[in-house]
Each structure stands twice: as structure tokens, then as C-alpha cells.
């Protein structure tokens, strides 16, 4: 069935029949707007689209992996924040010829990980679009004022570090099969622990979130090559630039680096924080200094 056969209305009832209702959410999909608890937290926002053919094809996409990947880099970008995702609106363009079953799949993937970290679905818009599909999320989360990280406070001297490991989803041509970690419990592990002084996620690539964080810290950084950790099957340039995973970069004080290993997860230090005039540059394993090839993906260029 096509989605035009449904209508707009019909549609929206058909993809709203699965999701249902959680605790903070007083009203839910089904009125004008959906409504939510207010608590003592910060309120998180953040919003991702995917747009047809730039970042998917609808020929060999699983859109039950496109699903649960536009909801993942969001929960990604709450969980950098220090936070915890709490409730989603997802807006959808569609062609009108496009596949009903298409969408079951893609509320199917949105929804596996849903459940899972225990996201509402409050609601959305459902539009026509005469050229393409186009699927965004926006994900509120919540975090409470003292475990808030945010990309602008690292400090000359800190040390960079990561978690796990970089290029898979690169190596494997930015497959929508590869799901990559989302390092939420970590994230709010590091939070609570006050060990990171600054925090941001590896969406766009190591080195485009180490450029990122420095930018908003107006600091600069060394990257060590060779502390790379580098997935199997990756090669460095795959891990330094690929992204598309969703790792945590975060900066530590030094004084503070030892008590990371109290944290229950691989952490690795893979650089240092130096005076914004020094820039951002890698050094190789016979401490060669390299400026660094691109700065990861971007659009309009
Ligand atoms: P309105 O005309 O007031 O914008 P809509 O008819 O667009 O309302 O939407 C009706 C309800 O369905 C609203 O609660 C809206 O949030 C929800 N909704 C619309 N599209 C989607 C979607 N793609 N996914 C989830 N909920 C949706
Ligand atoms: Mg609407």
C-alpha cells in the first residue's frame, strides 16, 4: 500500500497505534500538542533529519536500521550533554508513492530503541513531499544542572580521551546495517563522576569533535596517532576522519586522569589540550607534526 492510499490522517493513525504513552508524558500523540511533566532538570533539545539520497537511498536502505539510527544520533548528542533522553516528535516528508511498509519498518527501528531507553513518542507532522523523504527527529532530554558537560569548558593541559574504538562504520562504507554503540550509561557514569571537564559526541569524526570541542573551548589540541584506538577491519585514516559513530571525546584534567579507572568501561587517552595558537594538529609516532587532512564531513561543500 501507498502512503497516498492512507492520506495524511490515516496514515498518522496507522503509525501512531504502536507507540505508546510513558510516565512524564500527560498528554501524548493525539491532541494539538502533547504535553510534559516540567521537573527541576534542564530540559535538553536537539533535532537530526535524513534526507533522501544525501543521507540514504531508498533502494538498499533497511529502514528499520534508518529508524533506529535517527533516533540514535540524537540520543548520542543528549547523552554528550551529560543527559538522558525522555521524549521524541518525529516529522516525516514522504512521497506519496512511497511504501506504507517502508514506514512500519522505520517506526520499527525508531521504536526498538525507544523502548529500550525508555523514549516517548509524543507526536509529529506528517507532510508530502514532492521530491524525496526526509525523516527528523527532535529529542528532548533532561539533565540535572551539576551533570551538565558541555563542549566550551576544556582547559589547557587537559587530556583528551575516548571511548572505544574508531572507523567501523567508515570501513564498512557507511552501511545503515552497522549500528555503532550509543555510550549513554557511560556518559552519565562520567557525568556523576565529575571527571570530564569538557564533552562532546564523535558523530562527525574524531578529528572533526576534537576541532568542535576546541573551537567552543578557544583552546587548541595535539592528537597522538598512535593512541588511536582503531576498530578491526579500520585503518587510521577511517578512524580519524569517518565518524558516524557515537563515541564520547571528553577532556580530563590531569590530576583527575587516575581516577578514571574506577570508571567500569575502556577509556583511552588519545591527546592533550594546548594554547589556542599552538591549532589543532596530529602527531605521528616519531612526533612528527601533521596538519590535519579535512575536517570530516560537511554539508554544502
Ligand atoms: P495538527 O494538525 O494539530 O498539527 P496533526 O494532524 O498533524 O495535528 O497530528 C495529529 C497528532 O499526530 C499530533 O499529536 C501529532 O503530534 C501526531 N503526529 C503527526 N505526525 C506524526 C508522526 N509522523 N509520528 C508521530 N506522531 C505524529
Ligand atoms: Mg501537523
Redesign the pocket.
Known amino acids: 500500500m501507498k502512503a497516498s492510499q492512507l492520506g495524511?490522517?490515516g496514515l498518522?493513525d496507522h503509525?501512531?497505534k504502536n507507540?505508546k504513552k510513558g510516565k512524564g508524558t500527560v498528554v501524548g500523540?493525539?491532541?494539538?500538542a502533547?504535553v510534559i511533566q516540567l521537573t527541576t532538570k534542564l530540559l535538553l533539545i536537539t533535532t537530526d533529519a535524513l534526507v533522501q539520497d544525501v543521507h540514504f537511498t531508498l533502494k538498499n536502505t533497511n529502514f528499520a536500521d534508518l529508524g533506529y539510527k535517527a533516533l540514535a544520533a540524537n540520543v548520542s548528542d543528549i547523552a554528550a550533554m551529560g543527559g538522558r533522553p525522555t521524549a521524541a516528535?518525529?516529522?516525516?516528508a514522504l512521497p506519496p508513492g512511497l511504501a506504507v511498509n517502508k514506514l512500519d519498518d522505520l517506526y520499527r527501528g525508531i521504536n526498538r530503541l525507544a523502548k529500550k531507553l525508555k523514549v516517548d513518542?509524543?507526536?509529529?507532522?506528517?507532510v508530502a513531499s514532492p521530491n524525496g523523504m526526509m525523516i527528523s527527529i527532535t529529542l528532548l532530554g533532561e539533565v540535572v544542572p551539576k551533570n551538565l558537560l558541555r563542549r566550551s569548558t576544556a582547559k589547557v593541559g587537559d587530556l583528551i580521551c575516548v571511548t572505544g574504538k574508531f572507523g567501523l562504520p567508515a570501513a564498512n562504507k557507511f552501511s545503515a546495517r552497522i549500528l555503532p554503540p550509543i555510550r549513554l550509561k557511560e556518559a552519565a557514569a562520567l557525568a556523576k563522576a565529575k571527571l570530564a571537564s569538557a564533552m562532546i559526541d564523535s558523530s562527525d569524526g574524531l578529528v572533526r569533535s576534537v576541532v568542535e570541542l576546541t573551537k567552543a573551548s578557544r583552546v587548541g589540541a595535539r592528537l597522538w596517532e598512535e593512541r588511536v584506538p582503531i576498530a578491526s577491519g579500520a585503518n587510521l585514516g577511517q578512524a580519524l576522519y569517518g565518524g558516524e559513530e557515537y563515541e564520547l571525546l571528553f577532556a580530563v584534567p590531569k590530576a583527575r586522569i587516575k581516577s578514571l579507572k574506577k570508571l567500569k568501561f575502556g577509556i583511552s587517552v588519545v591527546g592533550e589540550i594546548v594554547n589556542r595558537g599552538a591549532g589543532v594538529k596530529i602527531v605521528d609516532n616519531r612526533g612528527k607534526i601533521k596538519t590535519i587532512r579535512s575536517k570530516g564531513f560537511e554539508h554544502f561543500k
Open positions: 495524511e490522517f498518522i503509525l501512531a507507540l500523540i493525539g491532541d494539538d502533547a516528535v518525529i516529522t516525516l513518542l509524543v507526536g509529529g507532522d506528517t
